[in-house]
Nanobody
């Protein structure tokens, strides 16, 4: 009853930029936080960036200064602007939302993921 849809992934050269988007839909009462995780082959999933409904942000040390998370509350959408991309940023990027559904209550939801490949 809650769906997260990611977009914007693709192939980019080292040093390039990419902008990911994630839109949440459904009977959502309130979104408390949205974030981006990533998982490379053979690696555990890691938190990349998070933003609360109040606008507070947090980043993994590996992306600080290069990535920026933002959101549009009216559209239930979160963005991840990725600059100065490195090959080690290559991963499947997943959108996550911590929200309250009208009927289901509070829970975490995940998008299906979008592939980001950084290669020359």
């Amino acid at each position: 009853q809650v769906q997260l849809v990611e977009s914007g992934g693709g192939l980019v050269q080292p040093g390039g930029s990419l902008r990911l988007s994630c839109a949440a839909s459904g009977s959502i009462f309130s979104i408390h936080a949205m974030g981006w995780y990533r998982q490379a082959p053979g690696k555990q999933r890691e938190l990349v960036a998070v933003i609360t409904s109040g606008g507070s942000t947090g980043y993994a040390d590996s992306v600080k200064g290069r990535f920026t998370i933002s959101r549009d509350n009216a559209k239930n959408t979160v963005y991840l602007q990725m600059n100065s991309l490195k090959p080690e940023d290559t991963a499947v990027y997943y959108c996550n939302a911590h929200l309250t559904h009208f009927a289901l209550g509070l829970n975490n939801y995940w998008g299906p993921g979008t592939q980001v490949t950084v290669s020359s």
